[in-house]
C-alpha cells in the first residue's frame, strides 16, 4: 500500500482523494465510517488487532479528522471509473427510466413493479426489460 506505516501495518489508508479511511483486508474492502469509535471497533471485532495497533491508528487518524470523509457522505463513482483496487467493484442494475440504481436483482425487479407498473403495461414489456445491467 505505501501509504502511512502506522495504518499500513494494519491495512488501512486514507484514500487521497476523497479523503476516506478504506479498510484494505482483502476480505472487506469498504470505506469506514470518519466516527474513530467506529473504527476501533472495527478493527478489534473484525480483525482481533491487539489494543496498541488500534490505539496508534486511532490516533494517528485523530489528527487528520477535520479532513476525514465519513464513507457514507460521499458519492458514487461514476460507471466506467478507473478501478480501485482496494474497494470492490459490484455489477448492478440501473432502470431505464429514473436514476434509481441497486446492485440486487430482486430490488430493482420490486422498484420496477412497484414505480413503473403502469409504464410496463404501456410498453407490454417483462420487468427485467425495464432495467439494465451495469
Ligand atoms: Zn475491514
Known amino acids: 500500500m505505501a501509504g502511512i506505516p502506522v495504518l499500513d501495518r ?4 486514507i484514500e487521497p482523494h476523497e479523503q476516506v479511511i478504506i479498510c484494505c483486508w482483502d476480505q472487506c474492502r469498504i470505506g469506514l465510517s470518519n466516527d474513530l469509535s467506529q473504527v476501533n471497533h472495527h478493527l478489534r471485532n473484525k480483525y482481533s488487532l ?17 479532513t ?37 436483482k430482486s430490488t430493482i425487479s420490486r422498484y420496477i413493479t412497484d414505480v413503473h407498473r403502469q409504464k410496463m403495461f404501456e410498453l407490454r414489456v417483462r420487468t427485467d426489460e425495464m432495467y439494465i445491467p451495469i
Do not use: H, Q
Not at 10 to 13: G, P, Q, V
Not at 50 to 63: E, H, K, Q, V, W
Open 10 to 13: 494494519i491495512r488501512l489508508m
Open 50 to 66: 491487539p489494543s496498541d495497533d488500534r490505539r496508534a491508528a486511532t490516533s494517528l487518524l485523530r489528527s487528520r479528522i477535520p
Open 68 to 104: 476525514i470523509n465519513n464513507a457514507d457522505s460521499i458519492l458514487f463513482r461514476k460507471d466506467g471509473s478507473e478501478i480501485y483496487p482496494y474497494l470492490w467493484v459490484y455489477d448492478g442494475f440501473v432502470c431505464s427510466y429514473y436514476i434509481f440504481r441497486t446492485i440486487s
